[in-house]
T-cell receptor, first 112, second 111 residues
């Protein structure tokens, strides 16, 4: 079983749609969860960061973590063509062990 | 807004040659990292660096790789004898605590 699994997509939605992106993981030691956005041939850009379980909202973005199910989600409301990118989930263990383990990324296309 | 910078943006080298990839982390950050992404694959952790020493490294980071903070601003990754399979995008990242900020990457092509 892969440590972090993410549907590669592509996911194509119309402008204004609500987008749901998900990752599952197997390592119960993961405590820090991040979502990055990556445009083609660019570096990952941090979108959201959450610690342990719960929800976090920032503008049009909401991150959810369910540690009991080992499942994390990113919701994008009112999606825009500029949101078209690959979305990477990433996670790490304790504060002392900081290596991020990434999912393979989901490619999102928002059609105008 | 502060950002991580990397040079060069692209590097082409011959197999067996040494390459040095350079990074300038965000100035108040204490933790530094290198990751790589082979085309079409996941971003993979290579090494983390704190207080002038390696704090963690992956299986990928073998004796061919080394890291250094030669001065107060730069952080480098050296590959001593490049192999074809080292062709990838190499990302530097830095963090103050848990959130890591990535640079734009260096695309390395080994011929």
């Amino acid at each position: 079983q892969k440590e972090v699994e993410q549907d590669p997509g592509p996911l194509s939605v119309p402008e204004g749609a609500i987008v749901s992106l998900n990752c599952t993981y197997s390592n119960s030691a993961f405590q820090y969860f991040m979502w990055y956005r990556q445009y083609s041939r660019k570096g990952p850009e941090l979108l959201m960061y959450t610690y342990s379980s719960g929800n976090k909202e920032d503008g049009r973005f909401t991150a959810q973590v369910d540690k009991s199910s080992k499942y994390i989600s990113l919701f994008i409301r009112d999606s825009q063509p500029s949101d078209s990118a690959t979305y990477l989930c990433a996670m790490s263990e304790s504060a002392g062990r900081r290596a991020l383990t990434f999912g393979s990324g989901t490619r999102l296309q928002v059609q105008p | 807004e502060p950002e991580v910078t990397q040079t060069p943006s692209h590097q082409v080298t011959q197999m067996g040659q040494e390459v040095i990839l350079r990074c300038v982390p965000i100035s108040n950050h204490l933790y530094f990292y290198w990751y790589r992404q082979i085309l079409g694959q996941k971003v993979e952790f290579l090494v983390s660096f704190y207080n002038n020493e390696i704090s963690e490294k992956s299986e990928i980071f073998d004796d061919q790789f080394s890291v250094e903070r030669p001065d107060g601003s730069n952080f480098t990754l050296k590959i001593r004898s490049t192999k074809l399979e080292d062709s990838a995008m190499y990302f530097c990242a830095s963090s103050e605590m848990e959130t890591q900020y990535f640079g734009p990457g260096t695309r390395l092509l080994v011929l």
